[in-house]
């Protein structure tokens, strides 16, 4: 291949103003490191290699917002220089530009005395013919196109543009759009494994989906092939945040944002149902017997609300623990004759909220003290 090795930019090293002002002053044949006899298969390779090094999404760590545009510059100067060679009649006009150019430049005015120099008439474009359309060359270009800036930026917006192009030349949008179905696809599944994790993950991912909006994929097509990759990221984040004193709230919130990602709300619940279930008894078993136990329990009853939670359920779920609790509190203050029963009436009325007073009637007259503590119920 004819690349040329001078002024071949050093991509490790930062983007500075100047060197976009270097790479403006480039011809086009340089900015893309070939030499002017370059064929179209070497300027489509040379175009493919050298967006790897400089277009913007494909560079790690690159946040700054400064340095980030002037990557964006260099690409669209890139691009230009590309499409300019990649058109036999675009190219044979700048051949002969720089032909024109390079030859005027070559002859000095600063001796008068000289002759003037001779008049050069340029060669002229081969006569206009009728190009040749080879559908097939055209859709292998396409398809490389559409896998090397996919995953860009303004990756979907080009890949529009060009198929636009294409249909002017007679090719189909939808013959191009089941053509491309696998790598719009494989783009979307990655990039949503990518963010979803983040605090504004689903943010981007809504944002991500209204730029492949017409590359021919219906919505459910690409919700369908993220279903599973958002039920189990609300399923992680919420194991990790339910313990917490405002799990609930924030999980709450993760259901709101995870909004409009084509899983139902009920769905998303579902899916944590049984983590809810198993916190909420693991908080009863470890609370019931505190002081503030019963209170602290039927906050939490009320925190789990706004995940959509069944009070009835879950109290059902802990019916035995707040009973067996009950004995062992009426057997530990039964025999307390000054507080003992002051102490047991107090709970009683603690766990009502909880438990029906009639269930703990019935658990406290199989007890042989039940006579000492039946005008309690």
Known sequence: MNFKQEGNFNSESKITEENVQSWQNKNYYQRLNLSQNATADEIRKAFRKISVTYHPDKIQ?????????????VFKLISEAYNALSDDMQKAKYDNKLHYSSTSSGFSQSRTHQRPPPTYNPPQPPPKQEKKFDKEKEIRDFLDFAKGNINGTYGP????????????????????FTLIKDIVLKDWITYVKQEINGTYGPDYIKKKLQKLDGLG???????????????????????????????PGYISKRLKNLDGLGVEKKDLLSAIAKLTMDHFISFVSKEINGTYGPRNIQKRLTDFKVLGTNDTIFLTSVEKIITGY???FIREN???????IKYIQKRIAELSPLIEKK????????EPYFDKIKNLF
């Open 61 to 73: 760590g690159l946040q700054n917002e400064s340095l980030r545009k002037n990557y964006e510059e």
């Open 157 to 176: 917006d080009y890949i529009k543009k060009k198929i636009k192009e294409l249909a002017a030349l007679g090719i189909e949008p939808k013959e191009l």
């Open 217 to 247: 994929l219906d919505q459910t097509i690409f919700f369908s092939a993220i279903r599973d990759i958002v039920i189990n990221d609300f399923i992680t984040y919420s194991a990790k945040e339910i313990n917490g004193t405002y799990g």
């Open 326 to 328: 009950f004995v062992t």
């Open 334 to 340: 039964i025999k307390n004759t000054t507080f003992g």
């Open 359 to 366: 269930k703990l009637f019935e658990i406290a007259k199989a």
